[in-house]
């Protein structure tokens, strides 16, 4: 009698949460939420933050490669020598590739930003996320990063638009592989079930998402939540006790509920 007991109130015990997986779901439900208002302000506005935020990434990114060449020395021509044009690009190559963290910053920071801005106009134009806006977004970067880091030869505009399209051939080349793989990957976070998403995960109850994605349950649908509401898309007692308790306790849910 006494061994039935206990093994009730073992079951009636929420599963142990992973606290790694509460802070990627967590991390994630961030993340959906800004893209979600990023995507419904005007364009430029969303161009600029994108930009912004793509600019920040790749001078983090610049500002530490820079740092682990810092002890590479910078190639200098000899005082009062003469280069040829050959010889000279070859050594603004290496210059803009061996420069300081805050050259590299730059520079990184420059190519980042353009093509994160440029993606998100031509998704914005074209209606859709395709190879040809990310090569042409690449492009833009590609040149970019030639004007802002003086690599290449004495010929300007024809290393703006070699280095465009070398940028872009590679970006449509990785696109298109990116493609393949994500075939195989899982679906992407609905950005209606993303707090339910990660209310789900943080309860170890993520395979009823599909239950609150049958019946709508949406996330402003949280707040409203009942034990009738969840029982008609088959959630059982104990999970359906286990959401009405965590939803109870939400300061945010529970705000809205009043």
């Known amino acids: 009698m006494g061994d039935g007991k206990q093994g ?27 893209k979600c208002w990023l995507s419904k302000q005007s364009l430029p506005v969303e161009a600029a933050v994108s930009t912004a935020t793509g600019a920040a990434q790749g001078a983090a990114i610049g500002g530490l490669m820079g740092t682990l060449s810092g002890a590479t020395p ?7 020598s003469a280069l040829n044009p050959q010889a000279l690009a070859s050594l603004q ?6 420069g300081g963290p805050l050259i590299q910053a730059r520079n990184f920071a420059v190519m980042t930003g353009v093509n ?13 996320e395709d190879v040809e806006s990310s090569m042409v977004a690449a492009f833009g970067s ?27 051939l590679i970006q449509g ?11 195989n990957a899982g679906p992407a ?3 209606y079930y993303a707090r339910t998403g990660s209310m789900l995960s943080t309860l170890g109850l993520q395979q009823y998402e599909k239950n609150f994605k049958k019946g709508l349950l949406t996330d402003s649908t949280l707040p409203l939540l009942t034990d009738s509401a ?29």
């Open 8 to 34: 009730a109130m073992v079951i009636g015990l929420p599963p142990q949460q992973n606290p790694i997986t509460q802070i990627q779901a967590k991390l994630k439900e961030i993340e959906t939420g800004f």
């Open 74 to 80: 910078v190639p200098t021509p000899p005082p009062g």
């Open 93 to 98: 190559q290496a210059q803009a590739l061996a």
């Open 116 to 128: 994160a801005g440029l993606s998100t106009v031509m998704k914005r134009i074209r209606g859709k």
């Open 142 to 168: 590609g040149a970019a990063f030639s004007l802002v880091s003086g690599m290449g030869g004495p010929n300007l505009a024809m290393n703006v638009v070699s280095s465009g399209l070398f940028f872009a």
């Open 173 to 183: 080349a990785l696109f298109k592989v990116g493609e393949k793989f994500s075939k």
């Open 189 to 191: 976070v609905d950005p």
């Open 230 to 258: 969840l029982k008609d898309v088959n959630i059982p007692p104990g999970p359906r006790l286990l959401i009405l308790d965590h939803v109870q306790r939400d300061p945010e849910l529970k705000s809205r509920r009043v």
